[in-house]
């Protein structure tokens, strides 16, 4: 929108470069914060095998529940349990000029998302203990509305008017209004991470061996620090420069 300084009731815009009256600064501010991951994603396949294709869907059945049941098992502990691909396979063997199926093959991906870690720790174990399952991760992360964004996206605001303060003092000025205010963005690191203890916050879920067995120990997983950026572009006035000192 543009005004005309003729028409009354209007007042023309400052320059966007300011003038000799009205000078502006610009600066960015950014902000780095190493903090501790909040929720931990591991990936689980569940698989199975039978010389039919009904009696390997059967066993993937089986199987598939009670991963389910002993991921629920984790109650609270569990943030979020998610069924990917599935997938029944056959196995082909040649004999001779032909082909023929030897074997059928299933799998089942599931993604589980935890926020207590010790509890992480146990049903990684445990899953990896059952016969044709497979886990992968912890991938470390923060979550989207973490506390930790808004810290950084704060300092970064304060870091810039700091900026812009000291660069106006340095010509004997002073910072007299906000003109623009522009999110560069705030970041985490990606991956999905897993924080140590924090103040008591991890508790310990008791579970029996699978069939009896004596179960294996808890993996001991150590946590992956996050990395939270945020950068800001801001643009001030201030008062004119004393430029004789």
Do not use: C
Not at 8 to 30: D, F, I, K, N
Not at 158 to 171: D, P, S
Not at 184 to 208: D, W
């Amino acid at each position: 929108m543009t005004f005309d300084a003729d028409t009354p009731g209007t007042s023309a815009p400052t320059p966007p470069y300011g003038t000799p009256e009205t000078p502006r600064v610009a600066v960015r501010g950014e902000a780095r914060l190493e903090v501790d991951p909040e929720i931990a994603r591991i990936s689980v396949t569940v698989g199975a095998r039978g010389t039919d294709r009904r009696t390997a869907l059967d066993d993937l059945t089986r199987r598939n529940a009670y991963v389910l049941d002993l991921v629920k098992s984790y109650g609270d502990a569990v943030e979020k349990l998610e069924t990917g691909a599935f997938s029944i396979t056959p196995e082909l063997t040649k004999y001779g000029r032909g082909e023929r199926v030897r074997a059928y093959y299933g799998r089942v991906h599931l993604t589980v998302e935890l926020a207590d870690f010790t509890a992480l720790g146990e049903l990684t174990t445990r899953i990896a203990d059952l016969d044709l399952a497979s886990v992968s991760g912890p991938w470390w992360s923060l979550r989207p509305d973490s506390p930790a964004r808004g810290t950084a996206r704060r300092q970064a605001v304060r870091e810039a008017v700091q900026r812009a303060r000291e660069y106006a003092e340095a010509l004997g000025a002073r910072l007299d209004a906000l003109v623009e205010l522009a999110d560069i963005g705030a970041e985490g690191s990606g991956g999905y991470g897993m924080p140590a203890a924090p103040g008591g916050a991890m508790r310990s879920v008791p579970f029996g061996g699978a069939g009896g067995a004596e179960a294996a120990p808890a993996l001991d997983l150590e946590p992956q620090r996050q990395t939270v950026y945020a950068q800001v572009n801001a643009r001030f006035t201030m008062t004119p420069p004393d430029l004789t000192a």
